[in-house]
């Protein structure tokens, strides 16, 4: 990976200002079509917010009707998120460390974009060998991340284009963008990563896909789509712990 990477969401302000976002312009895509996806392939009523940041994602999954546990390793994150839903749950984790959390319990691991922030191949194996360990028996990962396009475009709510150095980007480098949709215009860092490489990522931490879905804008769509129409910035994953004994 070049460069080091610190999370940017770490930064109380940034926390500030990212707690008052909910699903404006692209990030809509994002979520869009979530619920469909989530009924489709998840059985059981229990989720697990991985990396809830300022509790958007938990109230989402709350709003389908799952009773959820969000988990973060921000303090600033927590904080907001227990501010803003003080009935639900929120537990401060360490990196990599869910010991807080009852094994297997969890027909849903939900994760909106944290592995955008997470470096090292071996790291988010790691990470993704841990959530499947809180799963039961049926349950079911879904990931929502950015794909590489993300970083090369303009967006109804990002820009790129002060960044070139994306347009070289290789998975686990790290990348930039600007979100509009809030106040606090400092570029956004993240850690690149590909398709392809999330599918060698997945197998190694022995996770089949199940489904996966790259959400499009459409025209009748109250936001004024840029990239949006012809290219996806976003990769849904649907992920089943592999069975012993499966290739």
Not at 4 to 22: C, G, I, K, Q, W
Not at 193 to 204: M, N, V
């Amino acid at each position: 990976m070049s460069g080091m990477f610190s999370n940017t969401y770490e930064d109380d302000e940034r926390a500030r200002a990212y707690s008052s976002l909910e699903f404006p312009g692209t990030y809509y895509l994002g979520f869009r079509d979530l619920p469909a996806l989530i009924g489709q392939h998840v059985e059981g009523g229990l989720a697990l917010d991985f990396g809830c940041g300022a509790g958007r994602s938990t109230r989402f999954l709350e709003a389908l009707g799952f009773e959820t546990v969000g988990i973060d390793i921000s303090p600033a994150m927590i904080e907001r998120a227990q501010a803003a839903d003080p009935a639900g749950r929120y537990v401060l984790v360490h990196d990599g460390d869910y010991s807080p959390l009852e094994p297997q319990r969890f027909d849903l691991v939900f994760t909106a974009f944290a592995f955008d922030n997470i470096p090292g191949a071996g790291h988010r194996a790691g990470i993704l060998r841990s959530l499947q360990g809180l799963l039961t028996p049926r349950g079911r990962i879904v990931l929502l991340g950015c794909r590489a396009s993300m970083y090369v475009h303009e967006w109804a709510s990002f820009t790129t284009e002060e960044f070139p150095g994306n347009r070289s980007a290789r998975s686990g480098d790290l990348v930039h963008a600007v979100m509009t949709d809030v106040d606090d215009q400092r570029p956004v860092t993240d850690v690149f990563w590909t398709d392809e490489d999330y599918a060698t990522l997945f197998a190694e931490a022995g996770l089949d896909v199940v489904a996966h879905h790259m959400p499009l804008g459409r025209h009748d769509e109250p936001f004024e789509w840029k990239a949006e129409t012809s290219v996806a910035p976003f990769s849904i994953y649907v992920l089943a712990p592999r069975l012993v004994g499966d290739a």
